[in-house]
């Protein structure tokens, strides 16, 4: 079922037109494997509109993750390179057993100052409550951080940490994700 949902919205993805940004990102450790992409649908004076997909197999678990979302960016103020926005994600996730959807919302937060060449760091948090999270799960949390450079204009390298919890009415709090992870970003 997650497969099947990643591959069709990457395929929707992919097939956008290339006028607007997009981009594919894969992070990897030894136990777990995260592909992420992103396509930008709006880019105007008021900010921008992108629509994700990823998908997440961690080993070390026995979880795996599927989502989409939409995420709604604009700048701060008079802060160059700093953009924050807020974002719906659908998930449906397998975390040792327990079988759950659920529909989150968060924030994100990218901040890439000219200053500093490249260097840009991202963060975001988003949560399910009860009442928003099916199946077996009843709560959902999902918090990431990544530190990235952008060494040339389409290419981005990056470490970063995840962190995913689904908590259970059998088992409590499980942990789908609990990994940092290095990687790459690709724009096109």
């Known amino acids: 079922m997650i497969?099947?949902?990643f591959v069709t919205t990457v395929g929707i993805f992919l097939s956008v037109t290339a006028a607007q940004a997009g981009s594919v990102q894969i992070g990897i450790n030894d136990n777990s494997v995260e592909g992420?992409?992103?396509?930008?649908i709006i880019d105007d004076q008021k900010g921008t509109t992108e629509v994700y997909a990823r998908g997440l197999y961690n080993d070390r678990t026995s979880s795996s993750i599927g989502e989409i979302g939409l995420d709604v960016?604009?700048?701060i103020a008079d802060l160059p390179g700093m953009r924050a926005g807020?974002?719906?994600r659908l998930a449906a996730i397998d975390a040792d057993n327990e079988k759950a959807e659920a529909v989150a919302l968060g924030v994100n937060l990218r901040f890439n100052p000219p200053a500093l060449q490249g260097v840009g760091v991202r963060a975001q948090i988003f949560y399910a409550p009860k009442i928003l999270t099916f199946g077996e799960g009843e709560r959902l949390l999902e918090s990431a951080i990544q530190l990235e450079y952008e060494f040339m204009p389409r290419a981005r390298a990056f470490v970063g940490y995840g962190y995913t919890m689904l908590h259970t009415e059998d088992l409590?709090?499980?942990?789908?994700?609990?990994?940092?992870?290095?990687g790459a970003e690709f724009g096109f």
Not at 172 to 182: C, E, I, L, T
Request: hydrophobic content about 40%; proline content about 0%; cysteine-free.
């Open 172 to 182: 409590g709090d499980v942990k789908a994700d609990d990994s940092f992870r290095v």
């Open 36 to 40: 992420v992409v992103s396509q930008q």
């Open 3 to 5: 497969r099947k949902i």
């Open 73 to 75: 960016f604009g700048g």
């Open 86 to 88: 807020v974002g719906i």
